[in-house]
C-alpha cells in the first residue's frame, strides 16, 4: 500500500527534478501530478514486455502513479504492473496503484465466443444477475464488484489496492432511471466502505468517461454532489466514521476541458463545474485520456499552444491538463519507455497558475 512515509521519501528522491507543484496531495501522502495510464495496446505478451519496460522507467524517473483497470486489455495490464511493481527497486509503499471494475473482463485474450465466455463465467456462476447486466459487458452491483475488486488484488500482487474505482457507472443508466443507479452505487459504496475497514482498499472512486462532462439533462448525466451524499451513507452503514469516497477520474484535456467549463453539479455557491466540485469536497480528480489518446502530438490549438511551456505538442498538452485547477494528476497512456521520458521532460516545466489558466478560456 502506498504509505505517507513511503510517497513522502520519494518525493524528497525525485521533487528537486521537475517544476513547481510536480508532487500534489493525495490523502496523507504525495503523488506526482503525471500518471501511467495502461488502457491502449493489444493484448499480447510484446505490448506486455512494453508496459513492463515503461513502468519501470516511470517509476525509476518521478512517477509513482499507475493507473489501471481489470478489463483493460483483458486483465493484462494489471498483471504487468503487478508483475512490474514487484520486479521495481521502487518500494511499493512510494506508489499509487489504482484500478477499476465494472466492465466483465475476458482472461488473457478475447474468447472465441464472448457471449458464451460471460454466460459461463458470469451469469451461469451466478456472480451477475441478468438485470444487472448492460449490453452484455457491464455490471456494477455489489456481489460483482467484490468479486472483481479479489481478482485485482490476485492480478496485481498486493494486499492493499490504494484506489478502487467503480469503473463507468453512467453504462448503467441505458438500463434502469438515475435514481436505481444512485441506489445501486450506495450498496457498491458500502462494500468498498467495508473493504477499507478489512484493508483490502484505502480509497474508493468513480472513473467516468461521459458522466461529469455533460449538462444535467443529458442521459448520461450524474449528479457528484447526489454520489457524495450516498457515499456518507454508505459509509455510516458500514460503520466507519468518514467516507473513504476520495476520487473521480474524468476525461479532461485541450480539446476535451468540459470538466472545467460545463457547470452541473448543485455546490453551497449554486451550480458549479465537476472539477470546482470535486475540490471543494475534498476529492481527487485524476485527469484520463491527458493527450486525447495520442491525438494531441499532431498539434493543439495555436492559441492554448502560445500559452503553455514545453518543448513538444504532447508535453504543452500534458502541462495544460496538469494546470487546471483541481486535477490532481493528468494520466498519460505509456507503453513506450520513450514517451515516459519525454512525458516526464514536460513536468520540468511548472504548470500554468489558476488566473493563466482561467484566461484561456476568456
Ligand atoms: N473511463 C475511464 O475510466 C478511462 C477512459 C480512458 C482512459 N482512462 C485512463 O487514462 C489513461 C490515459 O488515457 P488514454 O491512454 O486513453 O489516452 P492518452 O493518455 O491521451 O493517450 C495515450 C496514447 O498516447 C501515446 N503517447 C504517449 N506519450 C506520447 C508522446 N510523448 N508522443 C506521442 N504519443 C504519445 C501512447 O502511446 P504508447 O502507448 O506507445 O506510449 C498512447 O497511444 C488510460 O491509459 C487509462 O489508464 C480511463
Given at each position: 500500500?502506498?504509505?505517507?512515509?513511503?510517497?513522502?521519501?520519494?518525493r524528497d528522491?525525485?521533487?528537486?527534478?521537475?517544476?513547481?507543484?510536480?508532487?500534489?496531495?493525495?490523502?496523507?501522502?504525495?503523488?506526482?501530478?503525471?500518471?501511467?495510464?495502461?488502457?491502449?495496446?493489444?493484448?499480447?505478451?510484446?505490448?506486455?514486455?512494453?508496459?513492463?519496460?515503461?513502468?519501470?522507467?516511470?517509476?525509476?524517473g518521478?512517477?509513482?502513479v499507475?493507473?489501471?483497470?481489470?478489463?483493460?486489455?483483458?486483465?493484462?495490464?494489471?498483471?504487468?504492473?503487478g508483475?512490474?511493481?514487484?520486479?521495481?527497486?521502487?518500494?511499493?509503499?512510494?506508489?499509487?496503484?489504482?484500478?477499476?471494475?465494472?466492465?466483465?473482463?475476458?482472461?488473457?485474450?478475447?474468447?472465441?465466443?464472448?457471449?458464451?465466455?460471460?454466460?459461463?463465467?458470469?451469469?451461469?456462476?451466478?456472480?451477475?444477475?441478468?438485470?444487472?447486466?448492460?449490453?452484455?459487458?457491464?455490471?456494477?452491483?455489489?456481489?460483482?464488484?467484490?468479486?472483481?475488486?479479489?481478482?485485482?488484488?490476485?492480478?496485481?500482487?498486493?494486499?492493499?489496492?490504494?484506489?478502487?474505482?467503480?469503473?463507468?457507472?453512467?453504462?448503467?443508466?441505458?438500463?434502469?432511471?438515475?435514481?436505481?443507479?444512485?441506489?445501486?452505487?450506495?450498496?457498491?459504496?458500502?462494500?468498498?466502505?467495508?473493504r477499507v475497514?478489512?484493508?483490502?482498499?484505502?480509497?474508493?472512486?468513480?472513473?467516468?468517461?461521459?458522466?461529469?462532462?455533460?449538462?444535467?439533462?443529458?442521459?448520461?448525466?450524474?449528479?457528484?454532489?447526489?454520489?457524495?451524499?450516498?457515499?456518507?451513507a454508505a459509509?455510516?452503514?458500514?460503520?466507519?466514521?468518514?467516507?473513504?469516497?476520495?476520487?473521480?477520474?474524468?476525461?479532461?484535456?485541450?480539446?476535451?476541458?468540459?470538466?472545467?467549463?460545463?457547470?452541473?453539479?448543485?455546490?453551497?455557491e449554486g451550480?458549479e463545474?465537476?472539477?470546482?466540485?470535486?475540490?471543494?469536497?475534498?476529492?481527487?480528480?485524476?485527469?484520463?485520456?491527458?493527450?486525447?489518446?495520442?491525438?494531441?502530438?499532431?498539434?493543439?490549438?495555436?492559441?492554448?499552444?502560445?500559452?503553455?511551456?514545453g518543448?513538444?505538442?504532447?508535453?504543452?498538452?500534458?502541462n495544460?491538463?496538469?494546470?487546471?485547477?483541481?486535477?490532481?494528476?493528468?494520466?498519460?497512456?505509456?507503453?513506450?519507455?520513450?514517451?515516459?521520458?519525454?512525458?516526464?521532460?514536460?513536468c520540468r516545466?511548472?504548470?500554468?497558475?489558476?488566473?493563466a489558466?482561467?484566461?484561456?478560456?476568456?
Open positions: 500500500m502506498a504509505t505517507a512515509d513511503g510517497t513522502w521519501a520519494y528522491r525525485f521533487g528537486d527534478e521537475f517544476g513547481r507543484t510536480y508532487f500534489r496531495r493525495f490523502g496523507d501522502g504525495v503523488i506526482s501530478s503525471l500518471g501511467l495510464g495502461t488502457y491502449l495496446g493489444d493484448p499480447t505478451d510484446a505490448v506486455d514486455e512494453r508496459y513492463e519496460k515503461a513502468i519501470l522507467a516511470a517509476l525509476d518521478g512517477c509513482n499507475l493507473d489501471t483497470a481489470i478489463n483493460y486489455r483483458h486483465q493484462r495490464s494489471e498483471r504487468v504492473v508483475r512490474t511493481l514487484e520486479e521495481s527497486d521502487v518500494e511499493r509503499e512510494s506508489v499509487l496503484v489504482a484500478t477499476k471494475g465494472g466492465f466483465l473482463p475476458f482472461d488473457g485474450e478475447r474468447p472465441e465466443n464472448p457471449s458464451e465466455f460471460v454466460r459461463e463465467e458470469y451469469v451461469g456462476s451466478g456472480l451477475v444477475a441478468r438485470e444487472d447486466l448492460v449490453r452484455g459487458s457491464h455490471c456494477i452491483a455489489p456481489d460483482f464488484i467484490e468479486d472483481q475488486l479479489d481478482r485485482s488484488l490476485s492480478n496485481l500482487g498486493t494486499e492493499t489496492i490504494d484506489l478502487y474505482y467503480v469503473h463507468n457507472p453512467e453504462a448503467q443508466l441505458e438500463a434502469r432511471s438515475q435514481e436505481a443507479v444512485y441506489d445501486q452505487l450506495e450498496a457498491t459504496f458500502t462494500r468498498l466502505e467495508e475497514a478489512a484493508g483490502d482498499i484505502r480509497y474508493y472512486g468513480v472513473a467516468t468517461w461521459d458522466t461529469f462532462r455533460v449538462h444535467s439533462e443529458h442521459a448520461s448525466y450524474l449528479s457528484l454532489p447526489e454520489i457524495v451524499s450516498r457515499a456518507r459509509a455510516k452503514a458500514a460503520g466507519n466514521t468518514a467516507t473513504h469516497l476520495r476520487a473521480i477520474q474524468l476525461p479532461f484535456n485541450v480539446r476535451m476541458a468540459d470538466a472545467f467549463t460545463v457547470e452541473a453539479h448543485d455546490g453551497a451550480v463545474s465537476v472539477l470546482w466540485f470535486a475540490q471543494k469536497a475534498g476529492l481527487n480528480a485524476f485527469a484520463s485520456a491527458a493527450i486525447g489518446q495520442g491525438q494531441l502530438a499532431a498539434g493543439l490549438p495555436e492559441a492554448v499552444a502560445e500559452r503553455l511551456e518543448d513538444s505538442e504532447v508535453q504543452k498538452a500534458i495544460f491538463a496538469r494546470s487546471a485547477p483541481g486535477v490532481t494528476s493528468a494520466l498519460v497512456g505509456m507503453s513506450s519507455r520513450e514517451h515516459v521520458e519525454e512525458n516526464l521532460e514536460a516545466f511548472d504548470p500554468m497558475g489558476a488566473e489558466f482561467d484566461q484561456v478560456f476568456e
